[in-house]
């Protein structure tokens, strides 16, 4: 019997200097030459990301000799030996990312994407791991909070750690430094809740949420159930965002301002943020982790992998992050119709979408949608965004066609039966052919004209027979009327956030500030000789009437520039959603049905 395995030990060595040391003992390596590398990508995040380029040091030792290592590439090496080998590195952590490694005195995370080595030829083996804690007296209440199946490591602590094989190793982040901890239990299934940073979060309101959130999900997936054990990683920030999924955990940043104060009984704008971020992440234990495309089946982390079907993977999780909400009761349909109406207009804010298709932007994710620059909004169409409206519409499609006995549920738990519980991948094109399959819709035309074609999605024709009235606006306003929205002046650009000054970001196609040679990067100082600042420039903007002639000067780098500008009509793009008010009792069950609301609308 074959009791190999691959040994990781993995120490922060120098916090102060953001260095772990990692070791690898390999028994028996190939005798003409170990081929091993480290990831270029992390799954779920869809860009090469060269993590190799984090290794500080590396050497490889044998029989307490050092041993030639000879690089093949930019992330692979090769070690030649007749006896086992360790390979000993040391791995720069300063990326404060669900993505990568962070370590300094206050904390220690990583992905086991960025700190461990694929040895070629031998990633079915069971790999164990040991970590150690940092030494000093400042690290000795230090905790470690993983999904990753304890050996002899008692729980939230140093020690040794075992993965059945390479897969598993790197799919489960670590935590480790002073956290909150608190957790809740949904069918038996113990889920951890691990708060890293400074915050005053109510955890017992956060966990009750939670707790919601994944019985809601696991309930709409049934039997059998994905995990056993389940961890939520979050990294409290002062200004953060982010997320990304593993197979018992996730990891999430968000900002202090995202999570729950005591004795708030209304969840705030941020929170309903913080919890859809949740909500997604939870979903793809399904759907991603376990349903996922054939192409990766297994993952090759050394290049690109190439699917046009991140729209499902992506945007269909996007749908059912926000709706679940509403549907297991967290916040009220006009919340999540204000949460939808903002989805809608960012889709429709941008001319990309006119330009690619949905199905385009996945297989462009490497490249157009994880490296956007200044152009994108005119480029490139989200699959998160514009997918989620795809899966929004087609929902509705399936309960109106079939009077509720189907809907897009039923197809993600077909997926769930017939693909994540099976291990067997989704081609190309599949899942399109499954939903006509299995509600005997025909939908071909649908998916060319808004999938693989960049027509705009029929929301309004769709919502309005759910009880939803669909009405585009140059801005909105606390209170929407049927009035024909007076004509706003526009530039037709987006400036940037971060300080004082009035920089251009994007500048949007056909726009007065494109017409008039403005570009991205531009700094706007003056309009008709008055100073403009980001807290005055747009109430300057809109005293002029639609058409009005202006002159602009701005900074191109260090030169100054005029422009002369002719102001155009706002474009009617941002979204109001309004729940209608009828006495028709079909429309009416629509809308209960769709959002799993009670008799009172």
């Known amino acids: 019997m074959n009791h190999q395995s691959i040994q990781y030990k993995i120490i922060p060595i120098n916090p102060n200097a953001h260095l772990f040391e990692v070791s690898c003992f390999i028994e028996r390596p190939n005798p003409e030459g170990q081929v091993f590398s480290l990831p270029n990508w992390i799954p779920g995040s869809y860009m090469i990301r060269d993590f190799a380029k984090n290794i500080n040091s590396m050497k490889a030792t044998a029989n307490h000799c050092t041993v030639n290592i000879e690089k093949i590439d930019k992330a692979s090496w090769c070690v030649t030996s007749k006896h086992s080998v360790t390979i000993h590195y040391q791995v720069y952590a300063w990326d404060l990312s669900v993505r990568s490694a962070h370590l300094d005195q206050t904390h220690g995370f990583f992905n086991g994407t960025s700190v461990f080595l694929q040895f070629h030829g031998l990633e079915n083996l069971p790999h164990k791991l040991e970590i150690q804690s940092p030494e000093g007296k400042q690290y000795q209440n230090w905790q470690v909070a993983t999904a990753l199946p304890r050996d002899t490591a008692l729980p939230y602590s140093f020690g040794n750690y075992i993965a059945e094989n390479y897969d598993e190793l790197i799919d489960h982040p670590v935590e480790m430094g002073n956290f909150n901890l608190t957790y809740f239990e949904v069918n038996g299934i113990r889920h951890d809740i691990a708060l890293t940073g400074k915050h005053r979060a109510d955890l017992s309101r956060l966990k009750q949420d939670l707790q919601i959130i994944c019985q809601h999900h696991i309930n709409m997936f049934g039997q059998p159930l994905a995990v056993n054990y389940y961890l939520f990683l979050v ?30 009984n209304k969840a705030t704008t941020d929170y309903q943020t913080f919890l859809g971020l949740c909500s997604h992440e939870y979903f793809h234990t399904w759907n991603i982790k376990r349903i996922k495309p054939a192409q990766f089946i297994p993952y090759q982390l050394s290049n690109e992998t190439y699917t046009n079907q991140l729209w499902a993977y992506e945007g269909i999780t996007s749908y059912y992050d926000d709706i679940s909400l509403v549907r297991c009761g967290l916040i009220s349909a006009e919340e999540y119709f204000d949460i939808l109406s903002k989805t809608i207009s960012r889709v429709l804010s941008g001319h990309g979408r006119f330009k690619q298709s949905v ?5 462009d994710a490497w490249t157009k949608f994880y490296k956007q620059d200044e152009n994108a909004p005119n480029a490139i169409v989200s699959y998160y965004t514009k997918g989620s409206l795809i899966a929004l519409c087609l929902d509705l499609i399936i309960r109106k066609n079939s009077q509720h006995k189907k809907s897009l549920d039923d197809i993600m738990v077909y997926l769930w039966t017939h693909h994540g519980v099976t291990g067997k991948g989704t081609k190309d094109f599949e899942i399109e052919q499954i939903i006509q399959q299995q509600t005997g819709i ?10 693989y074609g960049t027509d705009d999605l029929p ?12 009405q585009l606006v140059a801005e909105k306003t606390k209170k929407q009327d049927n009035k024909e929205p007076t004509s706003k002046p526009s530039l037709g650009i987006k400036i940037t956030q971060h300080h004082s000054d009035v920089e251009i970001s994007h500048v949007y196609n ?22 403009v600042t980001q807290t005055n420039f747009k109430k300057i903007i809109q005293q002029y009437p639609v058409d009005s002639n202006i002159t602009l000067h701005a900074f191109r780098r260090d030169e100054l520039m005029t422009f002369d500008v002719t102001l155009k009509p706002k474009a009617h793009d941002v979204c109001v959603l309004t729940p209608t008010k009828t006495d028709d009792e079909e429309i009416n069950h629509n809308f209960k049905r769709w959002l799993n609301l009670g008799n009172d609308v």
């Open 510 to 531: 056909n726009s007065a500030a494109q017409k008039a040679g403005i570009s991205a990067k531009d700094t706007i100082i003056a309009i008709d000789n008055i100073k």
């Open 442 to 451: 025909e939908l071909t035309h649908f998916f060319q004209q808004y999938l």
């Open 235 to 264: 990294m409290v920030v002062g200004d953060g965002y982010g997320g990304l999924e593993h197979r018992n955990s996730c990891s999430l940043l968000c900002s202090r301002t995202d999570l729950p104060q005591k004795n708030q």
């Open 459 to 470: 929301l309004a024709e769709q919502l309005l027979a759910f009880g939803v009235d669909y």
């Open 359 to 363: 199905a385009e932007s996945s297989l």
